[in-house]
């Protein structure tokens, strides 16, 4: 499945390695959000995944972010150094991923997310934390 996935990262470099790791995948990456207003700009673009991080340029808005997204259908890997900050689970996430990442990491946390919402059974991978 090529899928249609939002970058939510205000470190650009950070946010251009994820680009070009989804890229590489053969994913379409539909842009990169470095905070709410931005992310907000995407909404009404077909998603199939966003990752998501929890500080962003205008301050804590990721777990924001993510819940909008999540109400709209569109599920959320959230990608962060500071994953207790994240607090409750967030509707349509599906978990987190811990930065620094690699690129295993980071497109198995893509692949498990996508052969979830294919309906697909598919193990999590170790450095994915699930929300229950």
Do not use: W
């Amino acid at each position: 499945m090529t899928a249609r996935i939002l970058i939510v990262e205000d470190e650009m470099l950070v946010a251009l390695e994820m680009e070009a790791i989804l890229e590489d995948s053969g994913h379409c990456p539909v842009g990169i959000a470095p905070d709410l207003e931005s992310a907000q700009g995407f909404f009404d673009d077909q998603l199939d995944l966003a990752l998501v991080d929890l500080n962003l340029r205008d301050g804590l808005t990721g777990p924001e972010i993510g819940r909008l997204l999540g109400e709209r259908g569109v599920p959320v890997v959230f990608v962060t150094a500071n994953p207790r900050q994240l607090g409750d689970k967030v509707v349509g996430a599906i978990g987190v991923i811990t930065k620094p990442t690699d690129h295993a990491t980071l497109l198995a946390a893509v692949e498990y997310a996508l052969g979830r919402l294919e309906g697909r059974e598919v193990e999590a991978p170790p450095a994915l934390q699930l929300f229950a």
